[in-house]
Structure formats: C-alpha cells, structure tokens
C-alpha cells in the first residue's frame, strides 16, 4: 500500500501552457502494460495526472472540435493523404510533457516504461507507468515533478507500507 504523506495543499504539481495539472494518485501494479516481451508481467509504479478543468481548457476543448471536424471535412472531400493526420486531443499537448521523476530511500533506479494521455473520456487525463517495483527496504517514494523533464518545485512524498 501507498500513503501520500506530503504533497501541495491543492495538489497543483505542474502548470504546463497556462493549465494547472494536478497529482490524482500512485499505485502499485502488478501486470506493466507494455509490448516489450522483456517486461511483460514485471510489477511497477503507475502515477496518475489531470488537468484541471478551466476555461482555458474549455476553450481548448471547443477548438479542438473545431479542428476534428474541419479535418473530418476535408478528408471527406479530399481523401485521406490530403487531410493528413488527426489533430491532436489538447489534453496530450498540456498533460504529454508532465512527468516525474521518483526516487527512493535505497537509491532505486526507476524508469519510466509506458504512459496513456488522454483519449475518450479521459480527455484531461495522464498515466505513467515506472518500473521496477519498490523494493521491500524501501520505505519512502519522492516524486520530484517535471515539464519537459524540466522540476516544475513540486515533490510529493509517498510512504510504503
């Protein structure tokens, strides 16, 4: 199990383009979902991340909309190559960059492996998967967190119990 202990009051840990993006959990996992046969069925770290939902993300949200159907429009019209690729939800732009980087009490070496921003309903939502798993001696996670690998000054402390 996994105490958060320290953290921001609001839990604001980065302010990526004007949006604030908020620490929304950690948890152990015991199956890493990623492709590399190497990893498969190694336990982990998964951090979780949101937007915090303002009127600039609204504003995002209906631009992006905006694009989506212009783009739809036009490969309609014009065919697939001339459309080209879908925009990008807003979500992945504001929440893809925001990391962090953990750190424990026996000096674990941890490395981020996988991540899923936004998608449908998730819009304003990141995960980030970290292996290895804390070893048992260790007793406490730092989560220093990042924007574009960048410390944004806003660390977490996680006990282990």
Same mark, same amino acid.
């Given at each position: ?6 953290? $921001? ?6 302010? +990526?383009? @004007?949006?604030?993006?908020? =620490?929304? @959990? ?6 890493? $979902? ?9 336990? @982990?770290?998964?951090?979780? =991340?949101?937007?915090? /939902?303002?009127?600039? #993300?609204?504003?995002?949200?209906? /631009?992006?909309?905006? *694009?989506?159907? *212009? ?5 309609? /019209? ?5 459309? @080209?690729?879908?925009?990008?939800? $807003? ?5 893809? $960059? ?10 674990? +070496?941890?490395?981020? #492996? ?18 290895? +798993?804390?070893? /048992?001696?260790?007793? =406490?996670? #730092?989560?220093? =967190? ?16």
């Amino acid at each position: 199990m996994m105490t958060v202990i320290s953290a $921001p009051g609001d839990l604001v840990v980065a302010t +990526n383009d @004007g949006v604030d993006v908020r =620490f929304a @959990g950690i948890e152990s996992i015991a199956d890493v $979902p990623i492709d590399s046969a190497g990893w498969l069925g190694s336990e @982990g770290i998964k951090i979780y =991340f949101q937007g915090i /939902r303002s009127h600039e #993300t609204w504003q995002r949200d209906v /631009r992006y909309e905006e *694009q989506l159907t *212009q783009w739809a429009d036009m490969r309609k /019209r014009k065919g697939e190559e001339a459309a @080209g690729d879908a925009p990008s939800m $807003p979500g992945q732009l504001i929440l893809g $960059p925001v990391g962090a980087v953990i750190s424990d009490d026996v000096g674990t +070496n941890y490395r981020l #492996t996988s991540g899923q921003v936004a998608g449908s309903a998730t819009e304003w939502e990141s995960t980030w998967v970290y292996l290895p +798993n804390p070893p /048992r001696a260790a007793r =406490f996670l #730092t989560l220093e =967190f990042t924007v574009d690998d960048e410390p944004t000054g806003k660390t977490c402390t996680v006990r282990l119990d």
